[in-house]
């Protein structure tokens, strides 16, 4: 039983996790069968991110000053936009009823409420690993500015913001891009991840983020880079090889919060983890996410610290790792951080 909406969340009902089903992209049945890999290579005169004519929610030049929509902004005329945030075209979430339980049998599903938007630099070729520290931090800012702003929409109760890079890594468009989707419940992945960091505050007192910081920091075999407010390091247990986290060194839950000089310096750190990974590993697909508290009001999440977690695509989930759900990693996060180390910018 399918809504007309864009999508529907539902929920399993052994986990009790939900997922998405994007009715708002549909495709038949036979099209998973017709191409393998998706085609991203594109000329910049049909690529759709060249020139953007649709509104935009924000507007940003390359020294970060920014511009809101005023129904003709001058810089977006005179085409000296840098960045624009705009919404997706064929989004995974859009209106509905808010939070809204619905049954069949005995399953339950929701509107796939929420928000979609895409963050478009204006280089066609150029990744985040060639721009200046400078240039990311402006992306990041705009991060921040979308994250206040929709955090203050109705039905959201988490804001995810994340780059594909990569036809490997879901990139549909070779054209750079990183897209932010807020929606009306809070992912497996972040419960599982609020849960975990709120068990050992419970039992130790301490912010299990910065525990491990704080011991990367004297043991330093995992420290890729750092600069004054932010460290750059492979994690203990990857996911993936060659799997990189950039964590604020100022323990805070929440994203949004981020200082402008933070801002500045949080470019740098993520300038040097993509540049670093592009470089030892010949331009990699991958992807990068980032995990902060859910923007509901009232919850205890003070033992959380956000981050910005790197996946580079070094190798594909087999049967023992869809099975289980525990990865394989092919070298131990301390020989990646060294090889990263050793790679001059």
Not at 108 to 117: A, C, K, L
Not at 205 to 224: N, P, W
Not at 279 to 301: E, K
Request: glycine letters at 8%; aromatic letters at 10%; charged letters at 20%.
């Amino acid at each position: 039983m399918m809504s007309e909406n864009i999508s529907e969340l539902r929920q399993d009902l052994v986990t009790g996790e939900w997922i998405v089903v994007a009715t708002g992209r549909a495709r038949r049945p036979d099209d998973f069968a017709k191409a393998k890999h998706p085609i991203t290579s594109q000329p910049p005169e049909t690529c759709p991110f060249e020139t953007l004519h649709e509104n935009a929610q924000a507007i940003y030049t390359a020294e970060g000053k920014r511009f809101l929509p005023d129904g003709g902004n001058r810089v977006e005329l005179d085409g000296t936009w840098w960045l624009k945030v705009v919404s997706n075209k064929y989004p995974a979430f859009g209106q509905g009823e808010c939070a809204v339980e619905h049954a069949v049998g005995p399953y339950r599903f929701q509107d796939g409420v929420g928000v979609h938007e895409v963050v478009v630099t204006r280089d066609h070729a150029r990744s985040i690993a060639e721009m200046s520290p400078g240039e990311v931090a402006v992306i990041i800012r705009a991060y921040r500015d979308r994250y206040l702003a929709l955090k203050e929409e109705g039905c959201v109760e988490y804001i995810s913001i994340f780059h594909n890079h990569g036809a490997d890594a879901g990139a549909s468009l070779e054209h750079p891009h990183s897209q932010i989707i807020a929606i009306s419940v809070i992912p497996p992945d972040i419960s599982r991840s609020l849960a975990g960091s709120g068990g050992y505050f419970a039992r130790t007192g301490k912010c299990v983020h910065c525990t491990m910081i704080e011991f990367d920091a004297i043991d330093g075999s995992r420290i890729i880079y750092e600069n004054q407010d932010f460290t750059v390091s492979c994690p203990f247990a990857p996911r993936q090889a060659f799997e990189v986290r950039v964590f604020p060194k100022r323990h805070t839950p929440y994203f949004e919060t981020l200082t402008e000089r933070e801002i500045a310096l949080a470019g740098d750190a993520l300038h040097q983890a993509v540049a670093r990974l592009g470089r030892a590993l010949a331009g990699p697909a991958y992807n990068f996410f980032i995990h902060t508290a859910p923007t509901a009001d009232g919850q205890s999440v003070a033992h959380y610290h956000w981050h910005l977690e790197i996946i580079p695509k070094t190798a594909v989930w087999a049967g023992f790792e869809i099975g289980t759900g525990i990865e394989i990693s092919t070298i131990s996060p301390e020989a990646a951080a060294e090889f990263l180390r050793g790679i001059l910018l």
